[in-house]
């Protein structure tokens, strides 16, 4: 087997391997979109990798047997360090093999993300690919994120027990700005432990609530806010994989600890799921990070996982000063 530079002659074949593999994730989970099931959407993101970042083909008798690929981000999830991340349709491997085939391509690309000063390793599979799962495993990385789906069906048995659930309005934006900086604390307190994230303040809510895509949903109890969930059409971060025109994702949750255990995020869920629904939306996704235990148990309850998000850090490698 050789290890060589990713060229664009090796694009059809790669994109031929993610493709078989993707339909693999639809037979199991068919609300997924369609979309990177057309090679020419999937060759056109490939062709990237070639312009902007590193990239490698596996051969085998001059054969394409796997690709690795991957973006250099700078301040990679908010934080001081530089990452080579791999999106799902940036990996792939023939079935048989996959172990060996990988461990070559990582093993090239690794050597090479050092030498771009990457700090971070980072990759998305389809989270049917087990096998897959298990080699980057035994490479050294752990899940971080999930990326999940569920039709837009009711949740069946909610009640809204002492309290209201409602879709916020304009006149609702500082309620909501305030809710979103609890929010946002919630990450970095233990066991998260996330670098703090970006506030969406009064002026965002005020103007993601003027697209009839986006919608955030408010729960509260004698006029106090509970809690709020937050819809858009896109997500930035989200797997590619669940990006659709029937696609809504959640980009926000939080219910207030006062008010936890009395079911106001499946309340919040299920409000929306309706509304969704009756405009003639399909597929509702969520990502989440795995180690932060309230959102994994919560969203795990309701959704199944399309993506797992892997991550790397290695030990040698120190961030400059």
């Known amino acids: 087997m050789q290890i060589t530079a990713f060229q664009p002659d090796h694009i059809p074949a790669a994109a031929a391997l993610f493709i078989d593999n993707l339909k693999q994730q639809r037979t199991i989970l068919p609300i997924l979109p369609d979309r990177l099931e057309n090679p020419q959407t999937v060759a056109e993101k490939l062709g990237g990798f070639i312009q902007y970042g590193p990239a490698f083909a596996a051969l085998d008798g001059g054969k394409l047997v796997g690709y690795l690929g991957a973006y250099l981000v700078e301040g990679f999830r908010d934080t001081d360090r530089k990452a080579a991340y ?99 604390d919630h990450y970095t307190q233990p066991p998260t432990l996330m670098t703090p994230r ?44 669940i990006n659709a025109e029937t696609t809504t994702t959640i980009t926000g949750a939080y219910v207030r600890p006062a008010y936890r255990g009395r079911r106001a995020a499946v ?18 996704a969520v990502n989440f990070e795995s180690f932060n235990p309230e959102a994994a148990d919560f969203w795990m309850k309701y959704f199944t996982p399309a993506c797992y998000s892997l991550m790397r850090v290695p030990e040698s490698l120190r961030l400059p000063g």
């Not at 993601?208 to 949903?217: A, C, D, E, K, R």
């Not at 006029?223 to 969930?229: K, L, Q, R, S, V």
């Not at 309340?267 to 509702?284: E, P, Q, S």
């Open 86 to 184: 791999c999106p799902e349709w940036g990996y792939g491997t023939i079935r048989s093999g996959s172990p060996a085939i990988t461990q070559a391509l990582y093993r090239a690309a690794a050597a090479e993300w050092t030498r771009a000063g990457c700090h971070t390793h980072a990759i998305t599979l389809l989270a049917h690919d087990h096998a897959a799962e298990k080699v980057w495993f035994w490479n050294g990385f752990g899940l971080a994120v999930v990326d999940a789906v569920r039709p837009f069906t009711p949740l069946e048995g909610v009640r809204a027990d002492g309290y209201t659930v409602r879709k916020a309005t304009s006149a609702d934006v500082e309620t909501l700005a305030i809710l979103d900086a609890e929010h946002i």
């Open 267 to 284: 309340a919040l869920l299920d409000g929306a799921l309706r509304d969704y629904a009756a405009r003639g939306f399909a597929c509702c």
């Open 198 to 241: 970006t506030l969406t303040d009064v002026a965002a809510f005020a103007e993601l609530l003027t697209n009839p895509h986006h919608s955030v949903w408010l729960a509260e109890q004698d006029g106090a806010p509970m809690g709020f969930m937050r819809f858009e059409g896109s997500s930035f971060g989200a797997a590619d994989v």
